[in-house]
């Protein structure tokens, strides 16, 4: 009777525990990118912000970094390299005024994310995997889908311009 | 022995749930807003992004739009009014080049999040307690201590513009 308690009380607690384990951790889904063989992670429009941007020229969007826990816990701990299971997320939207703003303020001075654009982009960190490319994987994809082979294998000649912070453009916005 | 049993598979299930509990839900900290009686609300920072924006003029930043559970899943149903315990959080960053987007682009084209600026601005809903104010209360926070009376009572105003969006100017950035 003893045993049997035992063992049923620590099969409550994991499913206790495992009842509430954040979605985010969840399984990659869809068509992998054709570098780096990187899928959507799931979840990831739930991730916590890292920060925000906006780029002007032809790209014209406003853009959210998000990332995984790994990626949060280690933008906000400030230590270099960032660890293996890192991922980062860059999301963007069109460019857009927001015409009530010229009521709110007296000029039209807000600009607000419209529909989304620029697909969207990965950067996954695993040393050894992606070891001939900094340790990162680099994937964008436009509706779901990957971009084209050459559209990957631009990111990474562009991102050496920050190597001295592990490759990433991102600072952490408190 | 029985009833042991089943009183400790109780008890470690639900140790097992709390441990997992998102902290988000935490109580609010810190001093009041005169006007609504709103604190600080724990974890905001950990909240969901719901949209992000660019204010030009004065204001010269960059901020983002996050949300507590309740909010995100009323953004995304599309449904109005927001429920009561809606939580809309607005952070801001100053607006600055990133250098480094020369290089990257051939021309500075990106800006980036600098230092918090503008304080942080939360909207609350509670249909009873503000019926006065569209169902919401409004606060700003600066360097974590209430904004002035004065200050506070410029929200509603302002945000009747949006009354069509149950008093919500910010749109859902999928």
Redesign the interface.
Known sequence: ??R??VV???V???????????SASGQADGEADPVFGIKIPAGY??W??I???????S?ND???I?GNDVAINAFREEKLPYPDGTIIAR?A?N?EP?K?SE???G?L?????GP?KNGVQFMVKDSKKYASTGGWGFAQFDDGKPASEAMQKTCFP?HE??KARDFV???Y??
């Open positions: 009777m003893r049997i308690a049923l009380i620590a409550a607690a994991l499913a206790g525990a495992v009842a509430y384990m954040p429009r739930d916590r912000l920060t925000v941007a906006h780029e002007e020229g790209l406003l853009r959210a998000l999301l939207w460019y927001l009530e009521k709110a303020f000029r001075q807000s600009f607000v994310a989304p562009c311009i920050v453009f991102s600072r916005a408190p």
